[in-house]
């Protein structure tokens, strides 16, 4: 591993995310996230895998009781997971490591990498709020559906759609709380929410079963017309006032 003399010895058997695995799976997250540091530029792509891969172990963290090394754990690691992060809350630190790489396009891979670990770990696991919130914030941080629609989608993909249908009916209902200023709802993006991501959330609620799914499919409809009214009506606010 490169420029890190705690595994400097490996650099010529193991490639930098093959070191990355192996340390985040005994617990050294610190380690894994200084070599990713330690990367030159144009390896960025190395660097958003190290990345993910804590993201991944961290998540498996939060739900499993304790790690079981592999057999690629050899005793070259056992020294350096002596002092293990994982004795810190679990939870606390897989939230400062998301806000520590909370920059553009990196956040949103990782927080996406987080929730589908940890719904493929435990599929009924009531996410936290404040992760849920970390999508949902985008629409007032970024002017962007894009946080809606990762969750909508992967709470879809984990056969989650009943809750993914309550998320897009939450951001159809909210937008025009959220951005305040008449001007910001007639931008393109705000008129435009995810409509592809609803689609494919309808989809799945049409092939499920039972009554919840037939209801919940019902409220994402209802909710879209009542957005897509509201847009019409502003819209003839904001021509009938320029003229």
């Avoid at 409809?221 to 904001?238: M, Q």
């Amino acid at each position: 591993c490169r420029d890190q003399p705690a595994w400097a010895h490996f650099s010529g058997q193991r490639t930098d995310e093959e070191c990355g695995e192996l340390l985040a799976r005994r617990g050294r997250y610190d380690l894994v996230t200084e070599l990713a540091a330690a990367l030159p530029k144009d390896m960025a792509r190395q660097r958003a895998a190290l990345l993910e891969t804590v993201a991944r172990e961290l998540a498996r963290h939060c739900v499993a009781p304790a790690f079981r090394p592999g057999a690629e754990a050899e005793q070259d690691f056992q020294e350096m997971s002596e002092q293990p992060q994982a004795q810190e809350p679990k939870w606390a630190m897989l939230k400062q490591f998301l806000s520590d790489f909370d920059g553009p396009g990196t956040s949103r891979r990782l927080r996406l990498t987080v929730v589908d670990t940890l719904l493929t770990e435990r599929r009924n696991l009531c996410l936290p709020q404040w992760l849920l919130d970390s999508f949902k914030s985008e629409l007032s941080k970024t002017r962007s559906f894009a946080g809606y629609s990762d969750l909508i989608l992967v709470l879809a993909k984990h056969g989650l759609a009943e809750e993914a249908a309550a998320v897009a009916c939450e951001m159809l209902g909210s937008w025009r709380i959220v951005l305040t200023d008449p001007r910001e709802r007639q931008k393109p993006f705000a008129v435009c929410p995810p409509y592809n991501a609803i689609d494919a959330l309808l989809a799945k609620l049409e092939q499920g079963q039972g009554g919840g799914a037939g209801e919940a499919a019902a409220s994402v409809r209802t909710a879209l017309e009542r957005h897509l009214t509201a847009v019409a009506k502003e819209s003839a606010v904001v021509v009938s006032s320029s003229n």
